[in-house]
């Protein structure tokens, strides 16, 4: 989905989005004011603005060696649950495992967690 | 031996040539006949990826081969004491420019354009390098300084009148001297002058491999692309670009091991009686302080410059296995059920 930010407002809400949602994790390093700017292709003085605003809320760290990361208790997750998350996505979707079929596994699998029942087996692909 | 044995070894260079074993360890590397490298079908950066792993390591193995070809015809006796200091980094510096060469080249790329790149963290420069490569490199590169360390922390000056042994450099004051059996003499070959441009080279390896790695692990992705096609095409660069710097570090590894080790052969008999016309025997020898492991180092030298070397031609080979298997299934050709097998999971 095509992001498009314009404002330094904008780009605090996509980040803002992220960090609440558990796409970046506690700790995780936020791409450089330049990066940012870049990918957005914004002025980096805007990305700068969007970077302040996140860290006057509470969101991100800025620490000019360490550079902007999440801040602890941020996001839904810790950077080391994420970042796993994330590799979980990379390997089902190269297996072809449907995302449905994937939070059923993690359901099985974790302690405590009553599993979905299927009739039949779940079929990558098939709603 | 078989006659067609020989024949074959008065043909090939002579063995302090890294391309002399290299050739040979590169065809034993076939045993393991699966490809070490891959290049990515997608991303639009396959045919910078396949010039940097053909032409890139090629350059880099010529490179060991050519210095240590100059090491075999150079004189005999080292006249400085430190001749050899430009020929041993040479492999790794031409690793350090084809490496940073391809970040150059491969961030040239086609990228998506700005507002549809997807949000991601920052990554950490080896988020998408093998670890056992690094482990491989990160325990090289810790042979490699603690090697030059000890070298440089042997080295002393020498008094002009000596005495000297072995090969004898003319009277230099920087300290390219260790001294033998206790002080009893000095043979040239160490110290900081013949091993500061291997401690820069090292340097700069870590960091343009680090910078080379990261910068494409923070290339931007398309918010549309799927995260297990970009991280397939991350790791076949980061894969081509750690193997061609490990083997420049192999060979140049291989080059400080063999000059340490030869140095420290070097023995000197005393007291000699003449027991014929052409044979003496001596009645004491002295040596250097290391001489009981210096064959083994002289030994691993040989081995390793060989690996580095078998390493590069080897990854210049699969780089054109995997070209191949590409442009097949581009134009459609059917491959033998073997072949398919091989791609399915080749860079693993």
Redesign the interface.
Known sequence: MPLGPRSAEDVADLFRGAIRSGQLGDGERLPTVRQAARDFGIAQATAAKAYRALEQEGLVITRSAAGTRVAPGASRAPQSVVEQARVLADVAEGAGVSFEDTVAVLRAVWPGVEPVEHDEPGRPGVP | MPPFATDIFQYLPPYEVAITFGIILFVVSFVYSRRIVSLPATGGRTSTLAWVGIAGSLVVAAAATAVSWIAVLAPVVDESGYAGWWRRPTPLLAAVLIVAIAMVLLRRGPLP?????A????RPWNTFASRRAIQVALVAAVLLLVTLVWQTAIATTAPEEGPFFGKTPVHSDLPVFMTFQFGYGYVGGVGWPNHYATFIAVALAAVVLVLALRADA?R?IP??A???SV??EREKVARVLTLIMIGGLLATLGMVWMHVGSIGTATVGFDEEWVSEQTSMTHFNVSTGYRDIADPINLGGYLLQAAGVALLLRVATDTVRSLLELRQAASGIPKAAGNAAAVAGAER
């Open positions: 354009a700005p507002g549809e790149r949000l991601s963290p920052r923070n931007p918010a549309t799927s995260a297990s991280r397939g």
